[in-house]
Structures are given as structure tokens and as C-alpha cells.
């Protein structure tokens, strides 16, 4: 393994920070929102240093207080701080937000990638099974898949994958279809280049900015779903929090004697899917070459 050498290392760190500063100065709000999800991530990474208390800590002394210096955001019912269960919700909310979107990502992508290569029967097919995937009621099919696998992470992470996965694909086959049309994949047919080859080096390659800013759009969705599905009682079972739990239980059942029960998980909420759209439409404008000129 070669070990690339100090002066190379540096010139990267030149090229990466002007390539940043260059998207900072051109998109100002996708920099704010890459600056959000950066802090959003390494929050929840280091939750257990962030958190000022355990969310399971209880006080029962100190319930429904509000902001201080021992309790940032005060507590709730039970005395516990309602700082750390935010910090420790957005655990929940990064880990199934880019598990159900990787999900999506792969199925879509290799549902998209057959269907549009292929063409034919294999295509009107794929696109019959997305036509009823898309025409069922998505918090019907979300409650009903969630009833199936149980509560807990990895289902909602299932759920909401294989529900974005529909629309997905349809997005990422209209970029197969264009391709098929290109000269270049006539070309490696030409010169014997098997399905599986042209597929991986030469459809796939070309849709992955589709996917990198589709993935982006759908995260700040995604978390959107969580908690809705948190909201009612289909998310993570306590006494892990979510924003959409802390939404649901004292944030509306003490919302006149402590609001900030539902208006901190609700910013968090907010503030989350705002930066993930901001950065997607960033990212859009700079990947997909009919806009690099529009803006």
C-alpha cells in the first residue's frame, strides 16, 4: 500500500478547502445546510460527551422546569433533561434517515439500472410493480409494513427505504434511458463488452450524481417520515427518544405549563429537513449539467 507523502497530503487540503470555499461562495445556503448536518452528525456521534445528563435520568423534584443552567432546555414530566433527549434523538434521526435512504438508494438504483437497460418486457413489468407500489397510500403501507416487522430501528429504516425506493427508481431510470441512447454504449458493445460490464462501467457511473443529490433531497423526507411515524406510536419504542415521540407524548400533553417540550423537538425537526433541502437543491445546481449554467 503506498502511503501518499507529506507534500501530496497538503495539496489535497488546498484543493479541498478551495473546493469548499468555491461552494460556499456559490451556494451560501447549501454551505448552511452542509454546516447543519455536519453539526447534526457529530452530535449525535458523540452524544454521550455532548448530553449535559442521561436522558433516563429522573428528578422528579425539578419536573417541567424550564431553562437553566443546569437544564439548557429544561425538563420534562419525569425531571428528565429534555437538552440530552434531543441530542440523543438525533441519533435516531441520522441513523434511520441515511440507513432508509442507502436502502432506497440500492433498490431503486438496481430496480432503475435493469429496467432501463433491458428494456422490453423487463421494463413494463419493473415499471408494473412500481405503478402499485406508488398507488397504495404511503402512511397506510409505512403502518402496515411496521406492523408486520415490529417497532424498533432497523424495521423503520425497511419501511421507509423500501417506500422512497419506489419513486426512486422511477427518477433514476429516466437517467438509465438517456444513457442508452449515448454512443458510448454502443461502443462497448461493439467491442464485446458483456451486460453486467456496461451496466457497472458505463450506466452506473453516469446516474450516481442523480443519486448523490436524489439521496440528499430524500433525507430531509425521511426524517420528516420518522417522525410521524414516532408521532404515532410507530417509531422507536421508549425509552431510546426521538423528536417525534417527544413530540406525540409531553409535548402535547404539557404543551400550556412547559412549551418548550414541543418546540425544541419541533425546531430540531424543522431546522434538520431545511438543511438537508437546501443542500440537495445546492447540490443539484452543481451536479446535473443542464443547471450548471442556469444559476
Given amino acids: ?18 473546493s469548499i470555499g468555491h461552494f460556499a461562495r456559490r451556494k451560501p445556503l447549501g454551505a448552511l445546510g452542509a454546516l447543519i448536518i455536519l453539526v447534526l452528525i457529530a452530535t449525535s456521534l458523540a452524544a454521550p460527551l455532548v448530553a449535559t445528563h442521561s436522558y433516563t435520568e429522573q428528578s422528579l423534584a425539578d419536573r417541567l422546569q424550564g431553562p437553566s443552567t443546569a437544564h439548557l432546555m429544561g425538563t420534562d414530566s419525569l ?9 440523543y434523538g438525533s441519533r435516531v434521526a441520522v441513523v434511520v434517515g441515511f440507513g432508509a435512504v442507502l436502502v432506497a438508494t440500492v433498490v431503486g438504483g438496481a430496480v432503475a439500472v435493469l429496467s432501463g437497460f433491458f428494456g422490453g418486457w423487463v421494463d413494463k413489468g419493473g415499471q408494473r410493480l412500481v405503478d402499485v407500489w406508488l398507488a397504495f397510500p404511503g402512511l397506510v403501507l409505512l403502518i402496515t409494513l411496521m406492523g408486520l416487522m415490529g417497532s424498533g430501528v432497523l424495521p423503520l429504516i425497511v419501511a421507509i427505504g423500501l417506500l422512497q425506493a419506489a419513486g426512486a427508481s422511477r427518477f433514476y431510470r429516466a437517467g438509465v434511458l438517456s444513457i442508452m441512447h449515448s454512443p458510448y454504449i454502443e461502443a ?10 456496461i451496466m457497472l462501467r458505463h450506466v ?11 439521496a ?25 427518544p426521538s423528536w417525534g415521540q417527544m413530540l406525540s407524548g409531553e409535548g402535547r400533553d404539557f404543551f400550556q405549563r412547559a412549551p418548550g417540550l414541543a418546540i425544541w423537538p419541533g425546531l430540531m425537526i424543522t431546522l434538520t429537513v431545511y438543511a438537508f433541502n437546501v443542500l440537495g437543491d445546492a447540490l443539484r445546481d452543481l451536479l446535473d449539467p443542464r443547471l450548471r449554467g442556469a444559476r
Avoid: C, Q
Fill in 204 to 214: 452506473l457511473p453516469n446516474i450516481v450524481h442523480l443519486m448523490i443529490v436524489s
Fill in 188 to 197: 462497448a458493445r461493439s467491442v464485446g463488452a458483456g451486460n453486467v460490464r
Fill in 1 to 18: 500500500m503506498v502511503v501518499p507523502s507529506l507534500a501530496i497530503r497538503r495539496v489535497w487540503a488546498v484543493r479541498a478547502g478551495r
Fill in 79 to 87: 425531571g428528565r433533561d429534555v437538552f440530552s433527549k434531543i441530542v
Fill in 216 to 240: 440528499t433531497l430524500s433525507l430531509g423526507t425521511v426524517i420528516l417520515i420518522e417522525s410521524s411515524l414516532s408521532f404515532l406510536g410507530y417509531g422507536v419504542p421508549p425509552p431510546t
